[in-house]
């Protein structure tokens, strides 16, 4: 009988063994209720991750703690509802969750659910009483929001008073925020009556109330469709970062994201804790150009137009995506909290965000009185179901052909918010800088490594190159910029290392695996590692900058090594591969470029901004009295106007077009604005500027 790992290796995707879900999987339709759809879930992935997974976890007595431990702060992430006794009552699961995987149990998670929404109900009967009159703002008493660190409620009594440092920190903050508007209001008109501090206060205990009642009815509608997939997910999530179960509703928002056309703001979510943080801006999207939105925001607040605006914090991720993403042509308000800890309400129309968006561009700039392209490649992208669709090999050749035509001495190639894509189509973007030879390792689980190559001689670029990277750039971004560097073609120019994401996932359709009547949703599996050519995995540690310059997430969270449970970096034997000796001076022009970053005011400039921001992200107390949480909200403004001029930085380069690009433009107004953006973004941007003082001191050694 042949094992999973031969099936994969043949063709490339998972063929679970019908044997092992043989006597397990066999109902009568229409006879099911939702706890056997939660089992026969539970059962299909107790049953694919161990088989399948590219190095599964052991489930056992640890990975049963992990669960347990994550599902408890998944139900309550702000321990603001279990006890003390509530955790000590789930801990005699603590070892059992394994032994309910093995024998199709989910007694753990009836419990922990049932605990939680008694609790639920408990709070829902005093925040109305807390709320019902004036917090004393005098008193000098603070609270801390690193919930990772604070401890559960001893009782009820610690609970509650937990609740009002909460509540008050809430509607501190809006007080806060309407005192500075009325400020701003008598500015704009010395006519103007402003609102006494005891109306504000009101006001701002009210919109937490509003709040807390649009919080609670929320809540009250989940039911178990809503929280099984998050107790499902504690268990895939044990497995590595990206293995995650789509429930069917979910899973039909993935197809429609896959398909490359959706009407929002063209931004990737993530849930964190409590809130909805920004993970990814779409190049070319509404977000992107309307250029205020950033990685790492938190949305606190949506609002649909001129509307009251809705507090998503401790909303669903697909509740809060429903209300975010709207018709073309819509506004949508979104009140951010930015990485340095600040406010900002940020006003987005939204469009048809397609993958028209995604295509690769390129740009001209004279430079010494020499012309030099670059070429931004926000993704790998292919259409496998579409014979004659654009994909990024063909237009990569496309744009260094133009490129060659207007005679462009260097090339520049942008990958900073590059997130991967098609390998298939990485490779043969990287044998257009080479004559031919290997380019990447792919590995299954317990399979020797496959080599894939770049089997064409074709050289489609045989002048200098650098390549823009950056923490964002992750996964076949990463395979390209490997092999490279490895091939010492090109000069690596960014952040210290890249995001550092060298798995692939595979999605299965549960129901394949079942007879269950009903739609079961999907599994997103880890079945393949990257290795580069040198041998080294780009898993966790990316790809090592040859110039490291420093930008705002330097300091963050942001990498495969800051997520949960990611696999870990390992190395096989290289592939045989032959160095290039392509250039006479690569290692004085990068020596040089690093003394210039180092001593550059502007870079070092952004450096000591981007350990302020991970201060103020570390920073977790809030003062919960006005005079200390102004002062504190007063220095912290103080201190970001130092860094203003970072924003205002602009450099002397002139982009435009190329040749082929002009008639387009001139017909096309859209493209034509989409075009003046990114112009306009490039003659601010330090970095590209950097790279191509790079570009133009590289002297070849050879020419092809």
């Known amino acids: 009988m042949k094992k999973i790992t031969e099936f994969m290796k043949r063709n490339y995707k998972i063929v679970l063994p019908i044997f092992i879900l043989i006597g397990l999987l066999t109902y009568k339709s229409f006879a099911q209720n939702e706890v056997e759809k939660d089992k026969v879930i539970l059962g299909l992935l107790g049953k694919i991750l161990p088989q399948a997974h590219y190095k599964p976890t052991k489930i056992d007595d640890a990975f049963s703690e992990e669960v347990e431990s994550n599902f408890i702060k998944a139900l309550d992430p702000s321990k603001r509802f279990f006890l003390k006794e509530d955790i000590k009552k789930f801990s005699k699961y603590k070892h059992k969750i394994d032994d309910e995987i093995k024998e199709n149990k ?4 009836h419990v922990a659910l049932h605990t939680f929404t008694e609790r639920l109900k408990e709070t829902q009967g005093f925040y109305k009483e807390l709320l019902s009159k004036p917090f004393n703002y005098e008193k000098d008493e603070c609270i801390d929001i690193n ?53 504000l206060e009101k006001e701002a205990r009210e919109a937490v109330e509003e709040q807390m009642d649009d919080y609670y009815v929320r809540m009250n509608e989940l039911t178990d469709v809503d929280w099984y997939p998050i107790y499902i997910n504690t268990i895939a999530a044990a497995f ?96 951010v909290k930015k990485l340095d800890g600040s406010k900002k309400i940020i006003s987005i129309i939204r469009d048809v965000v397609e993958l028209e968006e995604t295509f690769a561009k390129s740009a001209i700039v004279d430079y010494q009185n020499k012309k030099y392209g670059l070429i931004n490649l926000p993704g790998f992208y292919i259409d496998f179901n579409k014979r004659n669709a654009r994909n990024s090999t063909s237009d990569m050749k496309h744009e260094i052909e133009e490129l060659n035509k207007q005679g462009a001495e260097g090339l520049i190639i942008d990958l900073r918010t590059n997130g991967g894509g098609s390998l298939k189509t990485a490779i043969e973007i990287a044998g257009l800088f080479i004559e031919k030879g290997p380019v990447v390792q792919v590995k299954y689980r317990g399979e020797k490594p496959r080599i894939d190559e770049d089997t064409d001689k074709t050289i489609q670029w045989n002048k200098p190159l650098v390549i823009l990277v950056s923490e964002l750039s992750a996964s076949a971004s990463e395979i390209f910029a490997a092999a490279m560097k490895d091939y010492h073609r090109a000069v690596i120019l960014g952040s210290k290392q890249t995001f550092g994401k060298g798995t692939v996932q595979n999605v299965l359709g549960l129901n394949r695996y079942s007879r269950f009547p009903d739609k079961l949703g999907a599994l997103k599996l880890t079945v393949q590692k990257f290795y580069r050519i040198n041998g080294g995995s780009t898993q966790l540690k990316g790809v090592a900058s040859d110039i490291a310059v420093p930008d705002r997430y330097s300091y963050m969270k942001i990498g495969e090594r800051d997520e949960e449970n990611p696999l870990a970096w390992d190395k096989i034997e290289p592939a045989k591969y032959q160095p290039l000796d392509f250039y006479e001076n690569k290692e004085e022009v990068v020596r040089q470029a690093i003394e210039r970053v180092n001593s550059n005011n502007q870079f070092n400039l952004i450096n000591e901004y981007a350990k ?93």
Do not use: C
Request: proline letters at 3%; a positive charge.
């Open 147 to 199: 919930y990772d660190s604070i401890n559960y409620p001893k009782n009820k009594k610690a609970r509650l008073d937990y609740w009002r440092k909460q509540l008050k920190m809430n509607a501190l903050s809006r007080l806060y925020d309407k005192l500075e508007d009325e400020k701003e209001k008598k500015k704009d008109s010395t006519a103007y009556t402003m609102k006494t501090f005891k109306v």
């Open 240 to 335: 590595d970062p990206h293995t995650y179960y789509f429930s069917p509703k979910m899973k039909s928002r993935f197809d429609i994201s896959m398909s490359g056309k959706l009407e929002g703001i063209g931004a990737r979510l993530q849930k964190k804790g409590d809130y909805t943080k920004i993970m990814n801006i779409i190049s070319g999207g509404p977000a992107w150009r309307q250029g205020e939105l950033e990685v790492g925001d938190l949305i606190l607040e949506v609002a649909q137009g001129d509307g009251e605006p809705l507090d998503i914090v401790g909303m669903r991720l697909d509740d809060a995506i429903e209300h975010i993403k709207g018709k073309k042509g819509t506004e949508v308000r979104l009140t």
């Open 106 to 109: 989910i007694d753990f998670y």
């Open 612 to 704: 302020w921001l991970k201060e103020s992200q570390d920073d977790k107390t809030i003062y919960l009295s006005m005079d200390k949480y102004k002062e504190d909200m007063e220095k912290h403004q103080k201190l970001s106007k130092k860094f203003d001029a970072i924003k205002n930085y602009k450099n002397s380069l002139k982009f435009k077009s190329p040749a082929y690009e002009l008639p387009l433009i001139q017909k096309d107004s859209i493209l034509a604005k989409k075009r003046e953006v990114w112009h306009k973004e490039l003659s601010k941007d330090i970095y590209v500027e950097e790279a191509l003082k790079v570009v133009a001191a590289l002297k070849l050694k050879i020419m092809n």
